[in-house]
Structures are given as C-alpha cells and as structure tokens.
C-alpha cells in the first residue's frame, strides 16, 4: 500500500524559508486521483491544513498561509515538497504530508510526521 | 478560513456512549457531505475513522459512528473502551476547495 515519508531540517532560523520533502512509496505521485496535503500541528495545538496539489501541478492553499507557502511535485523523485517563506517561531510544529484518495472526503494516508523548530 | 468548533474535552466510562459536535458554517460542514474525522493518540500520526459524514474505512471499528445536521456534525463512539482515549477532530471540504480542521476534542475515559 502507498505509504508517505516526511524529511527535512529539524531547525529553521527566523525568517528563513521551512523546505520539507515527502517521499511516496507503493505508489506514484503523480497517479490519477490523488490529491496530496500538507497539514501542520503546533506543540499542543490541534491540526491546521496547510494545502494540497492535484492533477500533477495544481494547488489550493488555505488562505491564511497562502501568501508563505508553496506545495510543488519532483514526479521523478516520486516526493512533493512543502516551502514556507519568512518563517516565525508560530511556525514551530509537527509538519505531516498525507494522501487524500476519495477526494474531498479528507485524508486516509498519513506520514508519521516531523518536527520543525522556528529558533536561532 | 475559521476552524470548525469543537468541545475541549469529553469524558465518559467505559462501555457508555460519548457524542463529540463540530460545527461550522453553511460554507463548510453544511455545504456538503464531506465531513472526516480522525482519531491521534499522543506522539502519533492522526487516523481517519469516519468519512463521507458517517462511512467508515475498512478496519475500523463499528463502534465509531457519525452524522450530521445543518451546519453541525457529530462523532458517537459507542462502548466507550480504554483505547478510545486520544484526541479527536473533525475536517470539512469547503466552498473554497479547501479543507478546514476542527479544534480537536480531547477524550478521557473514566
């Protein structure tokens, strides 16, 4: 089964852009009918949906971070990444990529998630 | 976009029934049938039980049932066991095209 693998830098400077990478095992990233996601969950915070791209380029992001935020696909690496501009320590959290099938009916495959620390 | 509302915490013995509320807006959860739960116990990735307002995934227990009415879904989770303890929250497809999270229920059981 499809199985998805966050990594990145653990820790980002102050005003520094975040760059994380999620690896797609067991299947193709770029195979029809996936919509694929980014969402983020601060120190005991609850979950925040970052954005998604689709159609092997199209994106949706949520409004809030749309302005910091880039979701892009390497379909030779089979991963897609996630970049977040002019970082602050309220961008301190778990960063997960997840895999969203039977679109929209929200995300059933999960990375395990990595932590990304806003410090210098 | 706002996160869907939730209560901090429900509680319940075990074996009783517990009902977790999400509301949102007629943008959101009352828009569509696309409401999503997930289950996330501590240090873990969160785990959809519940999509398409009340189907479950493959495995999932039958204990754990959903609805929804209005701008308004609900999560039952039934024969409450040990387990269940862990944090809950609900997702909605919106207007937008975006996905908007509750603010995630903390169940305890007695």
């Known amino acids: 089964q499809v199985q998805l693998q966050e990594s990145g830098p653990g820790l980002v400077k102050p005003s520094e852009t975040l760059s994380l990478t999620c690896s797609v095992s067991?299947?193709?990233?770029?195979?029809?009918?996936?919509?694929w996601s980014w969402i983020r969950q601060p120190p005991g915070k609850g979950l925040e949906w970052i954005g998604y791209?689709?159609?092997?380029?199209?994106?949706i992001y949520n409004p809030s971070l749309k302005s910091r935020v880039t979701i892009s696909v390497d379909m030779s690496k089979n991963q897609f990444s996630l970049k977040v501009t002019s970082v602050t320590a309220a961008d301190t959290a778990v960063y997960y990529c997840?895999?969203?099938?039977?679109?929209?009916?929200?995300?059933?495959?999960w990375g395990q998630g990595t932590t990304v620390t806003v410090s210098s | 976009q706002s996160a869907l509302t939730q209560p901090a915490s429900v509680s319940g013995s075990p074996g009783q029934s517990i009902t977790i509320s999400c509301t949102g807006t007629?943008?959101?959860?009352?828009?569509?049938?696309?409401v999503s739960w997930y289950q996330q116990h501590p240090g873990k990735a969160p785990k959809d039980i519940i999509y398409?307002?009340?189907k479950r995934p493959s495995g999932v227990s039958d204990r754990f049932s959903g609805s929804k009415s209005g701008n308004t879904a609900s999560l039952t989770i039934s024969g409450l066991q040990a387990e269940d303890e862990a944090d809950y929250y609900c997702?909605?497809?919106?207007?937008?095209?975006?996905?908007?999270f509750g603010t995630g229920t903390r169940v305890t059981v007695l």
């Open positions: 997840a895999g969203d099938q039977g679109h929209p009916n929200g995300m059933d495959i």
């Open positions: 067991g299947g193709s990233v770029s195979s029809g009918g996936y919509y």
């Open positions: 791209f689709y159609d092997s380029g199209s994106t």
């Open positions: 007629s943008s959101d959860v009352g828009a569509y049938n696309y």
């Open positions: 398409g307002v009340s």
């Open positions: 997702n909605s497809y919106t207007s937008s095209s975006t996905y908007v």
